[in-house]
């Protein structure tokens, strides 16, 4: 969904931060091989997410929802020098074209790659994030929510990708399951006494969080 006018898109990206060598060639065998290259964060949104990153200059970061690993290295920027990024994707078959990027980077030791359901991970990773990106099934957007809550630092924050979900959040007959979810997730997250939250209608949705614990 197109919330503002093409050219003026184009302005905004165009006086934003250039997107770095690597991720340009990560973004594009993205859109070569893979299915839904839609779902990259792509560059103005990864810029983004890298700058927001280097404002809190994490520890340790979570991020659900791997993918390709574009939106991974962009987190990782913002990483003190000995800070760790864990991420987790259930496709196994992506990890190929992530293992690919993240070694070319200069942040391959301070990744941490987990396949499965992040359901299950996230219980059993030993550490307190200062940052956490969720962008995963949107059904599950609760849920994670309350597994990664005990486990982040004060003054953590959450990144909410997709909360918009293409303006169906606002469509009274849009009722599909995601749809449900993503506005029962956003009211949840907005209303929780322990967060700070702004929603902004940053491609399909970014909401910024911080945790008040």
Not at 58 to 67: A, D, N, Q, R, S
Not at 122 to 128: E, L
Not at 144 to 161: Q, R
Request: charge should be negative.
């Amino acid at each position: 969904m197109e919330f503002i006018d093409k050219h003026l898109d184009d302005y905004c990206v165009n006086h934003s931060q250039k997107e770095p060598e690597l991720l340009k060639a990560l973004s594009k065998e993205t859109w070569q091989k893979i299915l839904i290259p839609r779902m990259l964060s792509g560059h103005f949104q990864g810029r983004l997410l890298s700058l927001i990153s280097k404002l809190i200059a994490p520890k340790t970061i979570l991020e659900i929802g791997t993918y390709t690993g574009y939106s991974t290295l962009c987190l990782a920027e913002g990483l003190v020098n000995d800070g760790k990024i864990h991420t987790i994707d259930i496709n196994e078959e992506l990890a190929d074209i992530q293992q690919k990027y993240f070694q070319k980077s200069d942040y391959k030791n301070q990744i941490i790659s987990h396949v499965g359901e992040a359901k299950h991970i996230i219980p059993d990773i030993d550490a307190k994030f200062d940052l956490v990106f969720i962008d995963a099934d949107k059904s599950n957007y609760g849920l994670y929510l309350d597994l990664v809550i005990p486990k982040l630092n004060p003054k953590a924050v959450i990144l909410s990708d997709n909360v918009l979900w293409s303006g169906k959040v606002i469509d009274k007959n849009a009722d599909d399951t995601d749809t449900v979810a993503l506005r029962a997730y956003n009211k949840k997250i907005n209303e929780h006494p322990d967060f700070e939250t702004v929603l902004l209608p940053v491609r399909d949705g970014l909401s910024i969080s911080r945790y008040k614990g």
